[in-house]
DNA sequence: TTCCAGGTGATAA
DNA sequence: TTATCACATGGA
């Protein structure tokens, strides 16, 4: 990647140097493995991290890939190059065979795309929640499940303060009347939203020990798996998502489409190597 | 009204 | 081991 250059002009910080085809914010916030950033103007995506709202704006002018950000420069440096994982050249750390059209098509109309380094915890309840259910919905229904089960903080807004509410903790979800957590609309998974509490405050399942690069993604995925409601599928969305395991490979009903449609009803994703996942997010975005 | 959504658990064979 | 079914909710 070449060298980032820096530039703040009223406060916002400016980025260039970082091309299209290594970070598309479009791409990556719409790619379905989020679902608290939110398209708020043209090209600018709003979204909520360690408690800070933060913005987003990407512009190409003159091929030139210009991002703006309400982040400092510091949090840029110390956090979001880690948080969009901007330090690995992804274009080595995945193969795609010849003749495999279908993937050289989606990594073509994918790249870009970026697998965040979100809060584990996030993610497994986001990914719980998505479980038979559509991305509108499911941005929905976490923002009523913060509103109703998260604690209130001040939330750090370009400078000045606004209240907000903070992504409920293992403790929160169970301090939390279960009427209120129905309210939210998660349906017939609040049961398994508790026991993924639960199993987070006994340490049943530990996600900070299941991040260490030294667990493999088998071992990872089996531990989330002993949470009842947490199916392969979830739980390679939180090997992903959550805990950067990059070989995951989520099979969900638009995977199945591909794999039908272009696999002769099967893919093997160790052929796409150690980063089968982030080819999986190519295709996945490819075939929405 | 019916169908569907980034599935999973329980049950039966 | 695999196949089938119910499960909440809301948008299209």
Same mark, same amino acid.
């Given at each position: 990647? *070449?060298?980032?250059?820096?530039?703040?002009?009223?406060?916002?910080?400016?980025?260039?140097?970082?091309?299209?085809?290594?970070?598309?914010?479009?791409?990556?916030?719409?790619?379905?493995?989020?679902?608290?950033?939110?398209?708020?103007?043209?090209?600018?995506?709003?979204?909520?991290?360690?408690?800070?709202?933060?913005? /987003?704006?990407? %512009?190409?002018?003159?091929? %030139?890939? @210009?991002?703006?950000?309400?982040?400092?420069?510091?949090?840029?440096?110390?956090?979001? @190059?880690?948080?969009?994982?901007?330090?690995?050249?992804?274009?080595?750390?995945?193969?795609?065979?010849?003749?495999?059209? /279908?993937?050289?098509?989606?990594?073509? @109309?994918?790249?870009? $795309?970026?697998?965040?380094?979100?809060?584990?915890?996030?993610?497994? &309840?986001?990914?719980?929640?998505?479980?038979?259910?559509?991305?509108?919905?499911?941005?929905?229904?976490?923002?009523?499940?913060?509103?109703?089960?998260?604690?209130? $903080?001040?939330?750090?807004?370009?400078?000045?303060?606004?209240?907000? =509410?903070?992504?409920?903790?293992?403790?929160?979800?169970?301090?939390?009347?279960?009427?209120?957590?129905?309210? !939210?609309?998660?349906?017939?998974?609040?049961?398994?939203?508790?026991?993924? !509490?639960? *199993?987070?405050?006994?340490?049943?399942?530990?996600?900070?020990?299941?991040?260490?690069?030294?667990?493999?993604? =088998?071992? *990872?995925?089996?531990?989330?798996?002993?949470? =009842?409601?947490?199916?392969?599928?979830?739980?390679?969305?939180?090997?992903?998502?959550?805990?950067?395991?990059?070989?995951?490979?989520?099979?969900? &009903?638009?995977? =199945?489409?591909?794999?039908?449609?272009?696999?002769?009803?099967?893919?093997?994703?160790?052929?796409?190597?150690?980063? !089968?996942?982030?080819?999986?997010?190519?295709?996945?975005? *490819?075939?929405?």
């Amino acid at each position: 990647m *070449a060298e980032m250059k820096y530039d703040i002009r009223r406060g916002m910080l400016s980025i260039q140097g970082i091309s299209r085809n290594e970070l598309d914010l479009s791409k990556t916030f719409d790619c379905g493995q989020c679902f608290r950033w939110n398209r708020v103007g043209q090209n600018t995506w709003c979204g909520i991290v360690n408690d800070i709202k933060y913005f /987003f704006k990407q %512009e190409f002018i003159n091929d %030139e890939n @210009i991002i703006a950000t309400s982040a400092t420069l510091a949090e840029w440096e110390r956090f979001f @190059i880690n948080y969009f994982n901007l330090d690995v050249d992804y274009s080595e750390k995945y193969i795609i065979p010849e003749g495999d059209t /279908f993937g050289k098509d989606a990594e073509r @109309i994918g790249k870009g $795309i970026r697998i965040l380094r979100q809060d584990p915890w996030e993610t497994l &309840v986001s990914f719980i929640i998505s479980q038979q259910n559509n991305i509108p919905k499911i941005k929905s229904t976490i923002e009523k499940l913060v509103y109703g089960a998260g604690n209130p $903080i001040n939330m750090k807004i370009n400078g000045g303060d606004k209240s907000g =509410k903070r992504f409920p903790t293992p403790d929160n979800i169970l301090s939390t009347p279960t009427s209120t957590l129905q309210q !939210a609309g998660l349906g017939y998974r609040v049961p398994y939203i508790i026991a993924a !509490a639960e *199993a987070i405050k006994l340490k049943t399942v530990d996600l900070k020990a299941l991040y260490d690069d030294n667990v493999s993604t =088998k071992e *990872a995925i089996d531990e989330l798996m002993q949470i =009842k409601g947490v199916g392969p599928k979830v739980a390679n969305c939180v090997a992903l998502f959550g805990l950067h395991k990059m070989d995951s490979f989520p099979m969900d &009903v638009w995977m =199945k489409r591909v794999a039908n449609r272009h696999y002769n009803g099967n893919i093997d994703p160790t052929v796409y190597g150690e980063y !089968a996942g982030l080819v999986q997010q190519y295709m996945f975005y *490819a075939i929405r």
